[in-house]
């Protein structure tokens, strides 16, 4: 099982930065990708960036030169600092990881409970 664990959210004026930390507690699991997802209101639920155990990223269009994610493998920590924030990166940002367990090799997917970012005067 992975348990992952989001912190960060919070309200902040457009232009305004914040940083989201996601922590992953695994026992008998290798994690592969972690990232950032988000869901407005009467939205699906977006990509927002990824990145692999080697270090490979991948970015939403909307995102990409004002998002960094990064990874800490020993810590098993994903961030993503956000930048010149506008209204319309309100959402709740959602955490993923997607895990290898030892025993079987399969793998599987796994969510955080979602923190709120706002951006607003």
């Known amino acids: 099982q992975v348990q992952l664990v989001e912190s960060g959210g919070g309200l902040v004026q457009p232009g305004g930065s914040l940083v989201l930390s996601c922590a992953a507690s695994?026992?008998?699991?290798?994690?592969?990708?972690m990232g950032w997802y988000r869901q407005a209101p009467g939205k699906q639920r977006e990509l927002v960036a990824t990145?692999?155990?080697?270090?490979?990223?991948k970015y939403a269009d909307s995102v990409k030169g004002r998002f960094t994610i990064s990874r800490d493998n020993v810590k098993n920590t994903v961030y993503l600092q956000m930048n010149s924030l506008k209204p319309e990166d309100t959402a709740v940002y959602y955490c993923?990881?997607?895990?290898?367990?030892w025993g079987t090799g399969y793998n599987y997917e796994y969510w955080g409970q979602g923190t709120q970012v706002t951006v607003s005067s």
């Open positions: 695994e026992s008998r699991f290798s994690i592969k990708t």
């Open positions: 990145t692999t155990s080697t270090g490979s990223t």
């Open positions: 993923n990881a997607v895990a290898t367990n």
